[in-house]
């Protein structure tokens, strides 16, 4: 199979991983899988993303490249994807790469081949750019360690919210000991982009477990961020028949760790609009606004806590709001600094004018 072939299956095959890249995918008239726009460093990238070998010899019910699975299979030469990446990074400006792998016979020997990819790309092609390496289950910490010395961010799938469920979709890893732990020493690793990791979203877990977790995570291992991955069942795999997660619990989960990571939301008042686990297939903030303020609040008189949980309002503004001498008077005011007065109206109130009763919204 040639270089390009390969890079196609490999390519496809990368994309079942959401921490990372995956939208706008590059139309590039060779075919070749897996360049995407993104965000890393703080600058636009166009992103390689592809695994080196996509043969696992673990059995996770909902991967392409599980065991079981009898998807094409192919993997890179030691040679075959640096050189591969400096002619994309030469000729179509692709200034990032995201690597990873299936478990190829043991963790450590994927991860050693990874590595060597990487360190091919670094010395003999002289790559500064950014790369992120996942960390396979099962990883040892040498290697982890080594991984860390080449990479810009690194990340571990935790894919579960918790054991009993990971046990349900994979015989092979050892949630605690092999993603965990593994996790918990990228976190005190020193890399310029942190850590990350991602989260499947299916019908065996609730709400309430996933975002348990993920608050567990932002609290003890602090992952810049956590990805959710909305199930989508793949032909040839033990979960082909199940149904696709709806993309709307997908977002409505983002939404909420937004709410927590960047205005302090605490998990508990999650808790209290969720019905049977469930968070309501609704925007969160609105959802809380709309059972927390019986009455719109006085603008001039609330402080940060109480604005940030206006529907409208961002962390900017409620500071501004919350930190200024003199009064504020018109709703062009606010409008000014950014706040979406059509969101915001019916739960406050400007200088005694009340523009919408909340039973009007
Ligand atoms: S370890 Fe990763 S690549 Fe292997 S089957 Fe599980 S999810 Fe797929």
């Not at 360049?35 to 043969?55: G, M, P, Q, V």
């Not at 976190?187 to 977790?213: P, W």
């Amino acid at each position: 199979m040639d270089v390009l072939e390969k890079a196609k299956i490999l390519g496809t095959a990368g994309k079942f991983d959401s921490c990372g890249p995956k939208s706008c995918e590059v139309n590039i008239n060779s075919g070749l899988g897996g360049i995407y726009h993104a965000k890393a460093e703080n600058k636009n990238c166009k992103i390689f993303k592809t695994l080196i070998d996509n043969s696992c010899t673990f059995d996770c019910k909902y991967c392409s490249n599980s065991t079981s699975c009898k998807t094409k299979k192919t993997a890179y030469k030691q040679e075959e994807l640096p050189k591969l990446f400096n002619y994309l990074n030469k000729t179509m400006d692709v200034d990032g790469l995201f690597l990873s792998s299936g478990v190829s016979g043991t963790a450590d020997k994927a991860t050693q081949k990874m590595i060597d990819s990487v360190k091919i790309l670094r010395n003999k092609y002289n790559y500064k750019g950014y790369v992120h390496f996942k960390v396979l289950p099962g990883t040892s910490y040498e290697l982890i360690k080594q991984a860390s010395e080449l990479a810009n961010r690194m990340s571990i799938n935790i894919e579960s919210p918790n054991k009993t469920i990971m046990s349900e979709l994979s015989s092979c890893k050892d949630y605690k000991t092999d993603i965990l732990r593994r996790q918990a020493w990228i976190s005190k690793m020193n890399l310029s982009s942190g850590h990350t990791t991602q989260m499947i979203v299916n019908n065996i877990s609730t709400d309430k477990d996933i975002l348990k977790m993920v608050d567990w995570e932002y609290e003890n291992l602090k992952p810049k961020r956590v990805y959710y991955s909305a199930f989508k069942p793949i032909k040839g795999t033990p979960l082909e028949n199940e149904k696709a997660t709806k993309i709307s619990r997908q977002n409505f989960l983002y939404n909420t760790d937004f709410l927590m990571r960047d205005y302090g939301y605490k998990l508990k008042e999650f808790y209290s609009i969720m019905d049977d686990e469930m968070l309501p297939i609704q925007d969160p903030k609105l959802a809380i606004a709309m059972q927390n303020f019986d009455s719109p609040i006085d603008i001039n008189e609330s402080n940060y806590e109480e604005l940030i949980r206006i529907p409208g309002i961002g962390p900017k503004s409620a500071k501004y709001i919350s930190t200024k001498k003199e009064k504020i008077t018109k709703y062009e005011e606010l409008q000014k600094i950014g706040i979406r007065l059509n969101r915001a109206k019916p739960f406050i109130s400007v200088n005694g004018k009340k523009q919408m009763m909340l039973n009007q919204f």
